[in-house]
């Protein structure tokens, strides 16, 4: 393996607290190290550039059965953005929805190398590994959806949370997953019978719980498994006004499972569970109450899910929110479904407009977000890709956040009603290049649990992301055109200690390596009869064709975690 | 004026948006003949596949297509001035997404011609193919202004997402004509086959043969004398006026002529 020597840069490794000094990066053998012979490594002359760690995506939706179903559903998306092939890369589409191949070239450009795809039903998880296969470049890894997951809820209403917990450990290894990802707990299932669910102690048929019981239960559940990522939640209500009493109410249930060390949930894509006001004529936002609440408390931490104005394609598996989103949105062509015992889906295209009101509000709660909440350590960077934008919209999403000018500039051309409402003109704060490493790589993996992951300390892993920009001389908020440029366009990305791009291209293809948990339990989990005769009953897969087994996944990289039950 | 000819029968499409006066204007029969087109997956010039000639004694801004085109596409893509004559066949994509100028087929056109268009005119003397006029695959944004005559028949999907301009049918029209439709106008004046309107939210359909079938998502609102089809031309009725498609809370309109269509005669009691 080659040996790398990145000099002179300016360092931002947040998790080692260097705060661009200049200094020399050693890489060898795909990990960093203290010292390289310079005379057989490869030099990189950093000198007025910015280094990082590679980036660490922590939401974004790229493969699975509902990204898929997005771009079947999506030929216009295509036909508007074509990638042409190249000696070395291939042809793809997309939009907002990126084919496979387009995803990893165009996150490796961004200077990322790790993604984490959020949402995976585990009856189609052999179909995201098989697209997690073609995305090369980038390290992946997926959420099981277990909030709504049959046997996770029984075992539950049973108040038998090691057998839970034995069932779950069971499905994160059967499907090859990396966390527990709860969407609208208790709603999917209701959705199930056209129902949903309204707030945190409403009756979810069938089972005699509430979405209060399953968010605490799996918490419980995720400690006892040791599991490195906290549970990762998609609140009820999402997308209501009047949402953000519901999102409180659900950092509330989580409170008393802090233990003072390590925080105890996210809640993803927050922006879109921020919502103030009765209704949508009233729609205004709740960024305040939700700042301040994460501001007096640690056990939570969440990402934004921004906004960026973009014709996207809205994915999720909360189903009943899709087809309330549907009915607001008057004519458009939708996707729904329900994922038989585990989880719902809805696919619609939608426009974020800057001269509609709500869509200016949602832009601004996503901001004020991230600037409200003090500490970096607990909100970070995301568009929720695709929901909120498509996800090389992210350097718009950084300008926004480190330049006032910036959004001064695109609120100056939003909604005028939506101008009066934002709390944004009231905030001064503007992101350093330090914090921003934070919300978009040392926090994320410090989150996440990846621990050579998101810093540039000896033994993490060599993903190092070079911008073209100098923090002496440029004044990042007053010129955020450059700076936003040079943050889409990585002079260099490395990723395991190879030069992936270089000078803005890319120069090689890598597979990436897709991350699952092995989670030990003490006793194996119960898979009696009983349990095989409800598959044969209600699900459409045979319990043999249920797990993804290892030939599914091209270059695995397996985690074994040792579970206290 | 520039004549082109093919040189020989092409197997596979031809890919030439570059045929366009917009383009031509301006350029020597040299450089047009280095165009670029593409011939199935192989990129040759136009000069291969056509013989380019110039006659200087007309000045009009005009290019001329003299043979079978039917495997030429995208001709005259986004074409914002000047005029194109095509004598003989046309092929799929001709005058897609035109924003002004003329283009005249004398002979069948393809599928998708004038599709997305904005403004200009397509005269088509002969029949055209599924989704004149209409949209790219999935998108909902169709032709939006301009005129479209076609002295023959049309195939399906015929103005599906139309949001404004008109479409002149002298023919009868396949299934799903005026599909998802929101404004404009489209006027047939054989036959139409079912479906016709279905998803409609605004416009107007004017039939003045036989209607295959009316959409039971469709209610009778009246019966009208005439029918202003655009400002030069009225359609003589009487015409049963319905209104739909309910199930998308639509206002389109469709008028039926009575005389050719006594079976739906039985809507007049809920008049």
Avoid at chain 1, 7 to 29: H, L, Y
Wanted: aromatic letters at 8%.
């Amino acid at each position: 393996m080659t040996e790398i020597l990145i000099k002179n840069g300016f360092v931002f490794d947040p998790t080692n607290k260097i705060d661009g000094q200049k200094m020399d990066i050693a890489i060898k053998d795909g990990r960093i190290v203290k010292k390289v012979n310079e005379c057989n490594a490869q030099i990189i002359d950093a000198s007025g550039l910015t280094v990082m760690a590679g980036g660490v995506d922590l939401h974004s939706h790229i493969a699975g059965s509902e990204v898929n179903l997005g771009r079947m559903l999506r030929p216009d998306d295509h036909v508007k953005d074509a990638v042409r092939k190249t000696a070395l890369t291939r042809s793809g589409t997309g939009y907002s929805i990126p084919s496979t191949y387009v995803t990893g070239y165009r996150y490796s450009k961004m200077g990322y190398t790790s993604v984490m795809n959020p949402s995976m039903a585990a009856m189609k998880a052999k179909h995201a590994h098989e697209e997690l296969n073609d995305i090369p470049l980038i390290d992946k890894a997926s959420f099981t959806l277990l909030g709504d997951w049959w046997f996770a809820l029984e075992n539950i209403a049973k108040d038998d949370l090691d057998e839970c917990a034995r069932h779950i450990a069971w499905m994160i290894r059967a499907t090859r997953s990396y966390a527990i990802k709860i969407v609208n707990p208790g709603g999917l299932e209701s959705w199930g019978f056209g129902r949903n669910v309204h707030s945190l102690d409403d009756q979810v048929p069938n089972f005699g719980l509430t979405p209060r019981d399953i968010i605490k239960g799996l918490a419980k559940v995720n400690t006892m498994l040791n599991m490195p990522h906290t549970i990762h939640l998609h609140t009820n209500n999402l997308g209501i006004p009047g949402n953000y009493k519901t999102t409180i109410e659900t950092m509330q249930a989580l409170e008393s499972f802090y233990k003072g060390d390590k925080p105890v949930g996210h809640i993803t894509h927050i922006q879109f569970s921020s919502f103030a006001g009765d209704n949508w004529a009233h729609f205004k936002s709740g960024a305040a109450e939700i700042a301040n609440y994460l501001n007096a408390h640690n056990h939570m931490t969440i990402d934004i899910g921004q906004v960026t104005f973009a014709d996207t394609t809205t994915m999720t598996a909360d189903g009943p929110f899709e087809f309330s989103l549907y009915e607001l949105g008057g004519h458009n062509k939708w996707v729904n479904s329900d994922v038989e015992t585990e989880a719902s889906g809805g696919i619609i295209p939608f426009e974020f407009k800057r001269k509609n009101a709500v869509n200016a509000i949602q832009w601004s709660i996503g901001l004020e977000l991230s600037l409200m909440v003090k500490d970096p350590w607990k909100v970070f960077m995301t568009t929720d890709h695709p929901n909120g934008g498509p996800f090389y919209h992210y350097p718009r999403v950084f300008a926004w956040l480190y330049s006032r000018k910036a959004r001064e500039a695109t609120l100056k051309n939003c909604n005028k009603k939506a101008q009066k409402k934002s709390l944004l003109p009231t905030l001064d704060r503007e992101y350093t290049l330090y914090e921003l490493a934070i919300i978009t790589r040392a926090g994320t993996a410090k989150a996440l649990g990846l621990k050579d992951k998101g810093h540039l300390g000896i033994g993490a892993e060599a993903d190092v992301a070079i911008y073209d920009i100098n923090p002496e001389t440029t004044d990042i908020a007053q010129n955020y055109k450059p700076v936003r440029r040079a943050f889409g366009n990585a002079i260099y990305t490395i990723k395991d200690g190879e030069i992936v791009v270089k000078d803005k291209e890319i120069v090689a293809v890598r597979p990436g390596r897709t991350i699952w948990l092995d989670v030990q339990t003490k006793e194996p989990c119960r898979i009696d009869d009983e349990l095989k005769s409800k598959f044969k009953k209600y699900w459409t897969i045979e319990f043999d064709n249920y797990p993804v087994t290892d030939h599914y996944i091209k270059v695995p990289e397996k985690i074994g975690i040792k579970a206290s039950v | 004026m520039i004549t082109l000819t093919p040189k020989r029968i092409f197997d596979v499409p031809i890919q030439a948006a570059c045929i366009s006066v917009d383009v031509f204007t301006g350029k020597s029969v040299e450089e047009i003949k280095n165009l670029l087109i593409t011939e199935g997956k192989e990129t040759i010039t136009l000069g291969d596949a056509f013989n380019v000639i110039e006659d200087s004694t007309i000045e009009m801004p005009t290019v001329v297509l003299t043979g079978d085109f039917s495997k030429v596409k995208r001709v005259g893509q986004g074409m914002k001035t000047g005029e194109i004559i095509i004598n003989g066949d046309a092929g799929m994509h001709t005058g897609e997404k035109l924003a002004g100028g003329k283009i005249v087929i004398n002979g069948n056109s393809g599928g998708w011609t004038g599709c997305e268009m904005k403004k200009g005119l397509i005269e088509i003397h002969g029949n055209s193919g599924d989704y004149t006029a209409s949209t790219y695959r999935g998108t909902s944004t169709g032709m939006k202004g301009g005129l479209i005559i076609i002295d023959g028949d049309v195939g399906t999907n015929v103005g599906c997402y139309l949001q404004g301009g008109t479409i002149k049918i002298k023919g009868s029209a396949g299934r799903y004509l005026g599909y998802h439709m929101s404004d404009g106008t489209i006027y047939v004046e054989k036959d139409c086959a079912s479906r016709a309107g279905a998803f409609m939210i605004g416009g107007k359909i004017i039939v003045n043969g036989v209607m295959e079938l009316m959409m039971p998502t469709f209610t009778i609102d009246g019966i009208k004398p005439k029918v202003k089809i655009d400002a030069n031309q009225n359609a003589q009725g009487p015409f049963y006026v319905f209104l739909g498609d309910l199930a998308e809370h639509g206002t389109g309109k469709i008028f039926v002529l009575k005389a050719t269509n006594s079976a739906l005669a039985t809507y007049e009691k809920f008049l």
